[in-house]
């Protein structure tokens, strides 16, 4: 395995046909164009590809953000036959050493808030923080795995410099959401340490049941977003129990 910075029009165009293959689009869609990889890149932002032998798995595409001296990742993606194999991770370590040479301290991206495995793989593998929840981000999309859904999203900010991970929670703190028959119940929150649960498959349940797919993202949105405009923060997230929302340290529980 192995990653590099893209190099010409063919790896150019090896990224736009993966990410739309991965995003299942339409033959006549992208994800992202030639053109804007192609600007990307002539203009020192990130675009990077890695192999597996000679096939490519993964690509990755970012751009500097000079209002807080960040770099934003702005898509990742893996091919399906090589998920299992850590192409993501090994993405984003290249990333964090382009950008560390390049004197950048930090990294920034989006994802959406009900993907379980995307949750811990950002915020307990990398140990990234989530600081804001975006209700209809980027508004409708149109690829396969988004078509009909709204675009909430976590944004999440990764420091390159610190040592510490988010660790697994500790304390069996009760769920602020609820499953019963298939019909979802919101817990109201007092302000202690508690769990915002998610599907385990979110995937799965879209195509198996779209309306339950529809009320888990209204009860996320609704509890998640709201603890964090009132002040909470994501301290720590579990792949059992979901997003452990508390109050900071200094502020007390409410």
Not at 101 to 122: E, H, K
């Amino acid at each position: 395995m192995s990653v590099r910075e893209a190099a010409g029009l063919a790896d150019l165009e090896a990224i736009a046909a993966l990410f739309n293959r991965v995003w299942d689009g339409a033959p006549d869609s992208s994800q992202i164009t030639v053109a804007l990889l192609r600007a990307f890149s002539m203009t020192g932002n990130y675009v990077a590809v890695a192999f597996v032998g000679e096939h490519l798995a993964g690509a990755a595409v970012g751009f500097l953000a000079p209002h807080n001296g960040s770099l934003h990742s702005h898509i990742t993606g893996v091919e399906a036959k090589y998920r299992a194999q850590q192409i993501g991770y090994l993405l984003k370590c290249h990333q964090r050493d382009w950008a560390l040479g390049r004197g950048i301290g930090s990294i920034t991206w989006t994802f959406d808030p009900l993907v379980r495995r995307n949750a811990y793989f950002n915020l307990v593998k990398l140990g990234a923080r989530a600081t804001d929840y975006l209700p209809d981000c980027y508004g409708p999309m149109h690829d396969g795995l988004n078509r009909g859904e709204a675009s909430d999203r976590l944004f999440v900010e990764w420091d390159l410099l610190s040592p510490a991970a988010v660790g697994p929670p500790e304390g069996d703190h009760r769920p602020l959401i609820t499953v019963r028959d298939d019909a979802l119940r919101v817990v109201p929150w007092t302000g202690g340490p508690a769990f915002v649960p998610v599907p385990e498959d979110i995937e799965r349940v879209r195509v198996e049941n779209p309306l339950l797919a529809r009320a888990w993202r209204a009860r996320v949105r609704d509890v998640l977003a709201g603890a964090l405009a009132g002040g909470a923060e994501i301290a720590a997230f579990d792949r059992r129990h979901g997003y452990l929302i508390t109050y900071p340290a200094k502020t007390g529980e409410r």
